[in-house]
């Protein structure tokens, strides 16, 4: 900071012919950018800086942000015990909040009604942003919300929320969400196949677009009748800062080794990965296989496709964090295997 402090007078003494060589000017120009960029990545001092993105030093609830068909009732069902075994019996395990799930209904391109979601909004201001949720002691929050109710969340009790998310590659959610809609009868799905529904029609356009970037950005929910954005630089680009903001960042295909590193968050034992209570043998069903199919998938959900590199990039550092190999499955796929 000091040699910042001198590098303007540097820059007119040199403009001056005084003898400072411009090397020296360009390496301390250099040096303060460095020190500023890492002044902006400063973690908060409630964060732990013995693991990546934001965990808590003091974790009084945790809150899954559960997007559809990431693993995320996998990840719930695990928490439920996880958190009790925490708080030792203390505190509610508030699955879903008061209109949930699925009442988050996503935007259109041309707008949606102006009172879309309007009792999750007002839910927000009654009982998240008050407060309210929290003291009536719920300790898990599972929510299919955006990242509007972490945006809720009063400061002194954001400080102390553990906060989780799981990714998945977006062709293969896609296609899940896509035979999730058929067994549950959705006309638009029934009628149709995962390309001609979530690239073509508009309404499976605002069901799957890029449905992770847009959850993470808080641009999922409609609201005020907006019209939506799909796909941006701007959407992706607050969708990756808020990765940050997470404790743990999930993936879908390491499910396992994620129940393991909230374990070891929540200063649990870690000797193996916990049991996936929640596998469906019957997954790889919806798993995309046509390569048109991925082609045409990845394209369209092109935010969603570099938000989970990103992700996949934070799993690693958490893999590494509690050393675990940062891109080896193979135990947690073993384990899934045999459950």
């Not at 701007?234 to 990765?243: F, N, T």
Request: aromatic share 8%.
């Amino acid at each position: 900071a000091p040699l910042c402090a001198i590098a303007p007078f540097l820059g007119w003494v040199r403009m001056h012919n005084a003898p400072v060589s411009k090397r020296c000017i360009c390496l301390l120009l250099i040096l303060c950018g460095a020190i500023a960029s890492r002044a902006r990545r400063a973690k908060p001092e409630y964060c732990r800086t013995d693991l990546p993105g934001c965990c808590p030093k003091v974790v009084e609830h945790v809150l899954l942000l559960h997007i559809e068909k990431t693993g995320g009732t996998s990840l719930r069902t695990f928490l439920q015990s996880a958190v009790k075994r925490r708080f030792k019996g203390r505190g509610a395990i508030c699955n879903y909040l008061k209109h949930m799930p699925y009442q988050c209904q996503p935007s259109s391109a041309a707008g949606g009604n102006s009172s879309c979601n309007a009792r999750n909004y007002a839910y927000y201001q009654s009982a998240i942003t008050t407060g309210d949720h929290f003291r009536r002691g719920c300790k898990l929050t599972s929510s299919h919300h955006d990242f509007r109710i972490v945006d809720a969340i009063p400061p002194h009790i954001r400080n102390t929320t553990l906060l989780i998310v799981n990714l998945r590659d977006p062709a293969g959610r896609a296609v899940s969400h896509f035979h999730m809609l058929r067994r549950h009868r959705d006309p638009g799905a029934l009628n149709s196949t995962v390309v001609d529904y979530f690239v073509r029609n508009p309404l499976g356009v605002a069901i799957s677009r890029n449905r992770m970037t847009r959850v993470m950005a808080g641009e999922f929910c409609c609201k005020k009748g907006l019209p939506a954005v799909y796909e941006s630089d701007a959407l992706y680009g607050r969708a990756r800062a808020r990765l940050e903001e997470f404790c743990v960042v999930g993936l879908t295909s390491r499910v396992q080794e994620t129940m393991l590193y909230v374990q070891h968050v929540l200063g649990q034992v870690t000797d193996r990965p916990p049991k996936n209570l929640h596998y469906h043998n019957n997954a790889n069903r919806y798993q995309p296989v046509d390569p048109a199919v991925l082609q045409q998938l990845d394209e369209f959900n092109g935010n969603d496709v570099e938000l989970y590199k990103q992700a996949e990039g934070r799993f690693g550092a958490q893999m590494l964090a509690i050393g675990r190999s940062a891109t080896d499955n193979s135990t947690a796929a073993a384990a899934e295997a045999g459950a």
